[in-house]
């Protein structure tokens, strides 16, 4: 039988059994790394490990055993592989497959304060009360977090309690140019000629960045258009009511030249204004019709115009804004511009900041985590100093799990990633709630993610949409406890120095 080349180069033939021989050459070289290379990796730096995957990772033998028979083993070792009786497993605080009343009836777990100093949160608690005593000011929050808050998914659930309980209504303020650019309550759209800033995770040069409070900014191009545009649209969820808003608000700043602005509906002309040359940032504002679903802001001439955030609000209540920075580890804020950092948080007078990070820091396992604590600490002194009535909630690193030598657990570092930012939250002088107790402790995001529904996604790092709703409710749920039992005292201490003034009254009128 003639054999044909299976191709023929400059008169040298190669046989198929020879590109045979060298694969299966090349593959036994592969399944030799993958037994010999450590399982933890190969260090090359403090930020970067060198990994290989194990025979188990590439049959993907663990993550099938999850499925069918893993159980929870809060042993050193986590997940074990078993065909036995789940129930001998008594340690755990979730089953495999748990629902979300199960976790629901976990423990509520408390927020925790600096030692003789359970009065760090009492502004906010203070602003809240007097919002139910029927005071018509507008109590602004912050809540930054790392891509667990992206599409306003853990955002959304707080500031509709917030807003049921305490009136308010809107988004607050939005990002004009977020790394993932999903929200689920409103649409944004932009004229092609705005340029956007470099998120700060990413920015590297020296010179501060010039950013406001949501530590972004767009601004408008050389290669720029007659009329640049910028569009809002509500989008219509019927789970959401609160996403009706009242009045529409600008941060920015402008330069070169006078901007003509003008704000329009599909029907009417509701907002005109000239914005002046000026560096320093300020904010416009305007009200829209109740029952307008969009609104489209022109903007005209030869200045520069720089937008730090545009909010949908109303005039009363609580607005809560969403500030989700992709790959951040919270340690960012020390970067921007510290002028205009300061007046945008003047501006929008800002009454309570949650910090939630973490995820970010986790998946480089150290020693010590005290370069993190310090780096923590130094943003959450940067907050106390630029608003020094801000009360600030510290978040803890929620669960994540990895799968090492084919078993699937906690990272081991979760407690020491906690416990800097705990560290960090007191020492400057902030409250603190440690969601990874919250969840469950030690491989709970493993139960989150095999429950019925689904509440974390199989990346074991992520929650879903149900998830990030849940644990959203078991933070509201620690917060409210310590909000009654600031009511209770402050209506008690009302109702005392009532009671003083009448005594003094009537001893008065009897002398």
Request: aromatic fraction near 10%; hydrophobic fraction near 40%; charged fraction near 20%.
């Amino acid at each position: 039988m003639l054999r044909r080349p299976l191709f023929t180069e400059t008169g040298k033939t190669v046989r198929l059994s020879e590109v045979m021989a060298g694969l299966i050459l090349i593959l036994a070289l592969l399944l030799l790394v993958c037994l010999v290379f450590p399982a933890e990796g190969i260090r090359l730096s403090s930020r970067f490990t060198l990994t290989f995957p194990s025979l188990r990772d590439i049959s993907g033998v663990a993550e099938r055993s999850v499925e069918t028979s893993f159980s929870i083993d809060c042993s050193e070792e986590g997940f074990s592989n078993f065909a036995g009786d789940p129930s001998r497993f008594e340690k755990s605080a979730l089953p495999m497959k748990c629902t979300p009343e199960q976790i629901r009836a976990l423990p509520v777990q408390p927020i925790e304060y600096p030692e003789g100093r359970k009065d760090v949160l009492d502004n906010i608690m203070s602003e809240l009360t007097a919002l139910r005593s029927g005071n018509r000011e507008l109590v602004r929050i912050l809540h930054y977090g790392d891509s667990q808050l992206e599409a306003d998914r853990m955002t959304m659930y707080l500031r509709g309690q917030l807003q049921k309980e305490f009136g308010g209504g809107g988004v607050g303020y939005v990002a004009l140019n977020p790394q993932i650019p999903i929200n689920p309550t409103v649409k944004i759209s932009m004229s092609d000629d705005w340029s956007c800033s470099v998120p700060a995770v990413k920015y590297k040069q020296q010179a501060p960045l010039r950013v406001g409070h949501m530590l972004s900014s767009v601004s408008l191009s050389p290669k720029r258009q007659k009329v640049s545009w910028i569009k809002v649209e509500r989008r219509p969820i019927r789970s959401y009511p609160s996403l009706r808003f009242s009045r529409v608000k600008l941060l920015l700043a402008n330069f070169r030249a006078p901007i003509f602005l003008e704000a329009k509906t599909p029907t009417e002309t509701i907002f005109t204004s000239i914005i002046h040359p000026n560096a320093v940032a300020q904010e416009l504002n305007f009200v829209v019709p109740s029952n307008r679903e969009s609104v489209t802001l022109y903007f005209r001439g030869n200045g520069y115009p720089e937008i730090y955030g545009l909010a949908l609000d109303y005039t009363s209540g609580v607005a809560v804004d969403n500030i989700p920075l992709r790959s951040s580890s919270g340690v960012d804020f020390v970067k921007a511009d510290m002028p205009l950092l300061e007046k945008s948080y003047q501006l929008i007078d800002a009454k309570f900041v949650i910090m939630q990070f973490g995820a970010n820091v986790v998946p480089q396992p150290m020693k010590s985590y005290s370069y993190y604590e310090e780096q923590l600490y130094r943003q959450l002194a940067l907050i106390k100093q630029l608003i020094p009535k801000v009360s600030i909630l510290v978040v803890g690193v929620s669960d994540m799990a990895r799968r090492s030598n084919g078993v699937l657990a906690s990272y081991p570092n979760i407690a020491k990633v906690r416990n800097a930012q705990r560290q960090a939250a007191f020492r400057a002088g902030c409250a603190f709630w440690d969601t990874y107790e919250a969840m469950g402790g030690k491989n709970s995001i493993i139960s989150w993610a095999y429950a019925n529904p689904m509440l974390a996604t199989k990346d074991f790092c992520h929650f879903s949409n149900a998830g990030a709703a849940l644990v959203t409710e078991l933070l509201y749920r620690s917060f409210s406890r310590d909000l009654k039992r600031y009511m209770a005292a402050a209506g008690k201490a009302e109702k005392n120095t009532e009671k003083d003034v009448t005594s003094l009254a009537e001893n008065s009128a009897s002398q």
